[in-house]
């Protein structure tokens, strides 16, 4: 299973989507967060808005990855964690991170991200480690985002990060609630 | 900013041309860089674009909001441009230094040089660097009630932070001029400070 | 051209895009579009209640995908995040997925990447009408 995904996810970023220069993107992302870090002074509020904007982004992005690859509903979490990495982070950052730390219950999981473009030419003052930030926090509210339009609720949080001097970059999710989606909302 | 009014800086001086060549051969021998998908970008931009948006009041506020996030870019993407390209010494006259914005800046952002460099003809100190389909406006759509706001105003602010870094301050807007199949075509506008030109008719004194 | 006209739908039943393509069909008023888009949104929640396979066993959407009539079809795509691509077309179209499933790519480009684009709200981008426009007329 896993194996066919990662030829999906490699099919579509090959031949179905557009390229740009890794350096705009990273370099834009930063910029992003500097103008959060003036807007909002403080790491927390920073963390959260990131957070936000990332949902945004998410519950859009799902309809990208979607529209491209004809994907049949998973059939279980462990589906769901191949298809967010072989086929979401690689049609959209080239990088597909491991998946592993399965709770017992087959509802938590890591994602680890051994190159994690967005940590590019990062380099945090001591100060945005001490006051908590999570650089490259959009990408749990982009993993919120999409998995809720499909259904999932889900909670996605970074646990450790290389550019706060952790070994690895790691983001821990776990399905909370799982939406009947038969019964379209609004509909009474 | 009538067509017949311009006239082209490239086809006009040979040395610029000869010059715009060479940067762009130097910059595809080392190009050997990761990309993202353009769809990650366009996803973000449009979102520092609806966050931008949250926090003004027009769309000149935005404008200048979208070019300060820009402009962090640019002095990124100056270091980086120096860094990579070892034979490349600083620019500091105005022409070299468009140039180089036009063919070295335009490659390592959007994987091409810009579609047009000219003087404007009213004003020497005025030039323009058209890109026709900015590949990250490109699923951009602006409402008819905000047709005066140009997304470009990003990369004006990118440009900006790069005359800044080659000393040749200039105010730098952005315009959207859409031609026939181009309804994104996109006229990034310099007017460089009175230093600027002031040195420059110096150094042109003293050749 | 045998595509008539276009609707989309959202997740909660709202129309979000409808337009007309030929002449050959009776212009609705926005309010009988707007009852039409409500009424197949009801009808296709109900269709996929009655399906003795459900989505999660299946894999596949279980809702309406076409309606027949003597004089046009009716074809219905919905994607996983429950948005609707229907189109109108003359009886002789037997097979309409490919195209809907390109409209569904143009609006995940010129709709959702669009920063104007409200969620919620219908769709206004002249570049989606452009190539919507553009992919009817070449189907």
Known sequence: ?188 | MATAQRQSLLKLDNKATKRANMLLEQNVAKQRRDKVSLNAFALLFSEIIQYSQNRVLGIQDLESKLSEIGYRVGLRVFELAMWREKTVHRETRVLNTLVFINTVVWRTLFDKQADSLERSTESEDEYMITDNEPSILKFISVPKEMSSFSPGAFISGVVEAIVECCQCPARVTSHVVPADGMPLRTVILLKFDKEVMGREKQLEAGK | MAIHSVFIINKAGGLIYNRDYSTNIAKLSSNEALILAGTFHGIHALASRISPVSRSEGGKDTGIQTIDTANFRIHCYQTATGIKFIAVTDPSYMQLSDVLARMYGLYSDYALKNPFHNLEMPVRSELFDTKLQQLIQSS
């Open chain 1, 1 to 188: 299973m896993a194996k066919q995904y990662r030829s999906i996810g490699e099919e579509v970023w090959k031949n179905k989507v557009e390229k740009v220069n890794a350096e705009l993107f990273i370099f834009t992302y930063g910029s992003l967060v500097v103008q959060l870090i003036k807007d909002y002074e403080d790491y927390h509020s920073v963390n959260k808005q990131l957070d936000k904007l990332g949902y945004n982004i998410g519950v859009r992005l799902i309809d990208d990855i979607l529209s491209r690859t004809n994907l049949e509903k998973c059939k279980d979490m462990r589906e769901t964690a191949e298809v967010i990495s072989k086929i979401g982070f690689r049609m959209f950052l080239n990088i597909a991170p491991s998946v592993s730390a399965w709770s017992a219950d087959s509802k938590e999981f890591s994602l680890i991200l051994d190159d994690n473009p967005l940590n590019d030419f990062c380099e945090l003052p001591p100060r945005a480690v001490q006051g908590g930030l999570w650089y490259s926090n959009v990408l749990c509210g982009v993993v919120r985002g999409a998995l809720e339009m499909v259904g999932l609720l889900v909670k996605v949080e970074f646990v450790r990060d290389v550019v706060r001097g952790d070994e690895v970059s790691e983001i821990r999710v776990r399905l909370e609630k799982v939406l009947d989606e038969e019964v379209p909302v609004g509909d009474d």
